[in-house]
């Protein structure tokens, strides 16, 4: 195998596929990058066995030879990111060891059995296939992905919920704490649901982000793996299996009091009281909602402080704890200027919703007051 490549270029695959790097496994094939040179492209690929991901690199690249190689991940991709912006020459040599070589530098590393590496099979059939704006899925898993839970010992909830309906798509994550309905009308004639892990949907947004293409992205699920194509990378991922928490039973729909109010004078707001809010009582500050005036109060042995909003109140009053990590992280996945508050007791979830329409509903466990 022998190639020459921008450094840019290089790099650029190199990033993509390491997200899907092992850097828990016993199997040091998992740590390894698998390089494949065709006679008009170069792909790279990585995989611990629940994510593989595939980036063919098709242009600014000269092939002088075909052939198959592994090297270490962390190796070769400290030895790209530290050379200079010029050519790179990369070729293997006598199957165990890969040459790296531009300007002034010259590496020489020992490569891997890439016969180890392990083979992932895309299936003969795709029952569904959605194309979805990169754009529209990004921010899709931005305003869902946060949160799901982050300890694997909670099972399912580790993972976001995505339901294809007829024309719409739907992703549902939730942590016990907090959970955020995200809801976008997109071309699609199946019903089905998947589960993917928080943590790799959000590699795979990062993915998407550094993506410079205009093409849409096709989700194609099926049995326990989902494969995901966006221009000349693949994603081939293990879904997570069993059933996902009945979320719609968990919104409310009647309301004792509702609120409009300005989403950056509350987030403001609630920043300031934050600082004085005490770690050992859940990030605790409390918001008191009397006739038109929102108050956040928080206090801590380092002191105290108080914010005051004017809002559109229609309803009771109520006073109300928060976890002000989990109100903030919600506030902020959020793009309108306004929402909508909904609350009913001081111990059952606010509901934040838009003033018009459903695309979200976005849940927030309260703190209980002593």
């Known amino acids: 195998m022998k190639f020459t490549c921008s450094q840019k270029q290089l790099l650029k695959a190199l990033n993509i596929v390491s997200k899907a790097v092992s850097n828990k496994t016993t199997r040091p094939i998992l740590k390894c ?76 590393i020992t490569t891997a059995d890439y016969e180890e590496f392990p083979v992932t099979k895309s299936p003969d059939i795709y029952f569904t296939k959605l194309l979805i704006d990169k754009n529209i899925l990004k921010d899709m898993i931005r305003k869902t992905s946060f949160a799901a839970s982050v300890e694997e010992a909670k099972g399912i909830i580790v993972g976001v919920l995505i339901e294809f309906e007829k024309d719409s798509l739907n992703m549902i994550a939730l942590d016990g704490f907090r959970m955020a309905v995200n809801r976008e009308p997109v071309r699609n004639d199946i019903e089905q649901s998947i589960i993917i892990n928080a943590g790799m949907l959000n590699d795979i947004n990062k993915i998407i982000s550094e993506d410079d293409s205009d093409e849409d992205v096709i989700i194609s699920p ?125 111990v059952t979830p606010a509901l934040i919703k838009p003033i018009e329409g459903n695309i979200y509903d976005m849940l927030v466990l309260p703190v209980r007051l002593f």
């Open 33 to 108: 990058i698998l390089i494949s040179a065709e006679k008009d492209s170069v792909t790279f690929t990585a995989s611990d066995m629940d994510i593989t991901i595939k980036h063919t690199v098709t242009e600014d690249i000269y092939i002088e030879n075909t052939g198959v190689t592994a090297v270490s991940a962390k190796l070769f991709m400290d030895i790209i990111r530290k050379l200079p912006a010029n050519s790179i020459l990369v070729e293997s040599i006598d199957s165990i060891s890969l040459r790296v070589v531009t300007d002034n530098s010259e590496f020489t």
């Open 222 to 346: 099926a049995g326990n793996f989902a494969q995901i194509n966006l221009d000349n990378t693949e994603i081939y991922l293990r879904l997570l299996e069993g059933e996902f928490i009945r979320y719609r039973d968990i919104i409310p729909s009647d309301f004792r009091t509702k609120v409009y109010i300005d989403r950056n004078d509350l987030i403001s707001a609630v920043e300031r009281a934050s600082l004085l809010s005490n770690d050992g009582k859940n990030n605790l500050i409390r918001v008191n909602i009397t006739n038109n005036l929102l108050t956040v109060t928080s206090r801590s042995d380092a002191g105290n402080v108080k914010e005051q909003i004017i809002v559109d109140k229609k309803g009771e009053d109520i006073e109300i704890g928060f976890n002000s990590k989990y109100l903030l992280d919600t506030l902020k996945v959020i793009d309108d200027d306004t929402v909508l508050f909904n609350f009913n007791t001081s």
